[in-house]
């Protein structure tokens, strides 16, 4: 039987970032995935597959938007499965990256599905139905999510699908439905639309993008809208009939039932973590409503088994995943390490506008009990998103009155998730308001709205 320092079940962003990172200091590390090395986030959604999707639907609505520059752009068309096509080439090869990184790393990849077992082991059932077992002193579990599936509307894969469908379709949808307006349902509805599909968003609650900042939903309601999108809030889909040619969706509203018909009802409610069958039970390794319970260090309640990315309590990111991975095994090195701020992660959509923030909302700070300064500068006010085209959205800053903490930062616009780093980065060094308009930003571009919105919550904002 093989033995190393750490076995790592699993292959996301939290998985091989993990068994990288073990490598490096130096501990003799496997890694086992039953399927695609790179998990969800660059094989079946997340953040990769994803992304190409949206960039065809940019170019797309670029292209059709071509006299908005002064150009003529005739014969614009879509080949929908190029776009798909396009989109699991680069999954593809994100994935050949990993395997490429661990092979660098010295890492020994174990392929088929994984239990662990007690002693510190996982037994492997390859493909071809054969077995081995490696043990290891450390096992670390990493085994993701999958789409969450409700009951009143069960995924038949066709007519009723996942995200994971939903990025391998053979034929674009006429008319399709998104239930949920969390990032995932936001990025598919933005992609199909954009690609011609109609589109109708279902969500349960008052607003879309429910998690964000009020002011940032109500901008992206009103973009969807002009983008063509149909939204409907504080409804829910009740039922399905995917009897006929189509699907037939009952949707309870405020005022009273509706049916809408589709080609297509992608549910995007969430996911549910791949803790079933793994063997967690038989090592006695503790869960809570579909979580497995951790410490700061992502021990888990037998000593050493951990567990890291969607299947513990965190935010399911990929950047979180990685992060968690990483500080476990520092940890598990006996480095000098701090434990994560949770307080202090990015959230990004990527749609058009594009959605990113950190930090407390304007309503969760004044809940805590802050006084606020709160700052807003509207990219229709910005040099650069003028020239751009992107006039779209705004950056929102909320800090503390009394002491000048940086509190949150909410962005919606073109760009904005490629510019929450410097909130970030600003919030991690505990800076304060005055510090940020003391840093030049470099004139024109998106990013000076982040400086001006610092300047209007101290009242000094030049360009409103
Ligand atoms: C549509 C979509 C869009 C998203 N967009 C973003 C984004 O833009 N940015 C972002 O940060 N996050 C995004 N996410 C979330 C992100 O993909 C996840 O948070 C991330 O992949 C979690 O990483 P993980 O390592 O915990 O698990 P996963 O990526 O789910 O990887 C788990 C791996 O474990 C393997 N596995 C499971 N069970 C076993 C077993 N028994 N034996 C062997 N292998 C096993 C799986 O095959 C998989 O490869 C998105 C998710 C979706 C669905």
Redesign the pocket.
């Known amino acids: 039987m093989s033995k190393y320092d750490v076995i790592v079940?699993?292959?996301?962003?939290?998985?091989?970032v993990t068994a990288i990172r073990a490598s490096q200091l130096g501990l003799k590390t496997a890694i086992?995935?039953?399927?695609?090395?790179?998990?969800?986030?660059?094989?079946?959604?997340?953040?990769i597959p994803?992304?190409a999707l949206i960039k065809s639907a940019d170019v797309f609505n670029y292209l059709n938007h071509a006299e908005d520059y002064g150009l003529k752009v005739t014969g614009v068309d879509k080949d929908f499965n190029a776009v798909v096509k396009r989109s699991r080439d680069v999954a593809d090869g994100m994935s050949k990256g990993v395997q490429f990184l661990l092979k660098k790393n010295k890492i020994d990849v174990i392929m088929?599905?994984?239990?662990v077992k007690k002693g510190k082991k996982i037994e492997?059932k390859a493909d071809d139905g054969s077995t081995s077992t490696v043990e290891g002193n450390h096992i670390i579990i990493?085994?993701?999510?999958?789409?969450r599936v409700l009951p009143n509307l069960p995924q038949d894969g066709k007519k009723v699908i996942g995200?994971?469908e939903?990025?391998t379709l053979e034929k674009q949808p006429k008319k399709m439905i998104v239930v949920g307006s969390g990032?995932?349902g936001v990025?598919?509805a933005y992609f199909y639309n954009s690609m011609g599909t109609e589109v109708t968003i279902v969500e349960y609650v008052d607003r879309i993008v429910p998690v964000e900042d009020i002011d940032v939903s109500k901008q992206m309601e009103r973009s969807f809208k002009k983008a063509g999108i149909k939204i409907m809030t504080s409804s829910e889909v009740t039922g399905v009939d995917t009897s006929g040619n189509g699907v037939k969706a009952t949707v309870k509203t405020k005022k009273g039932e509706e049916v809408l018909e589709a080609d297509i009802v992608l549910s995007?409610v969430g996911?549910e973590t791949?803790l079933s069958?793994?063997g967690l039970e038989e090592v006695g390794i503790s869960t809570d409503r579909g979580k497995v319970l951790v410490n700061d260090w992502y021990q888990t309640n037998i000593p050493g088994y951990y567990a890291?990315?969607?299947?513990t309590a965190g935010p399911?990111?990929?950047?979180?995943?990685?992060a968690e991975?990483i500080l476990c095994v520092e940890k598990i090195a006996d480095m000098h390490v701090e434990p994560l701020d949770y307080g202090n992660i990015p959230g990004?959509?990527?749609s058009t506008p594009e959605i990113a923030s950190v930090g407390m909302t304007e309503a969760q700070a004044k809940e805590a009990g802050y006084e606020l300064k709160v700052g807003k500068f509207p990219f229709s006010a910005s040099g650069k998103a003028s020239a751009s085209g992107a006039k779209d959205g705004f950056v929102k800053v909320i800090f503390d009155a009394k002491y000048g903490e940086w509190l949150g930062c909410h962005m919606i616009g073109a760009g904005v998730t490629d510019m929450i780093a410097e909130a970030v980065l600003g919030r991690k060094l505990e800076t304060t308001g005055h510090e940020v308009l003391k840093a030049i930003h470099p004139h024109p571009t998106m990013s000076e709205a982040v400086m001006e919105a610092v300047a209007d919550a101290y009242g000094e904002v030049i360009h409103l």
């Open positions: 079940l699993g292959s996301g962003p939290g998985g091989y086992v995935e039953k399927e695609s090395l790179g998990g969800v986030c660059l094989n079946w959604g997340g953040c994803t992304k088929g599905y994984g239990t492997v990493a085994t993701g999510a999958k789409s995200y994971r939903a990025m990032a995932i990025e598919f995007a996911i791949n069958n793994i890291i990315g969607d299947i399911a990111l990929a950047h979180v995943a990685s991975g990004c959509t990527y």
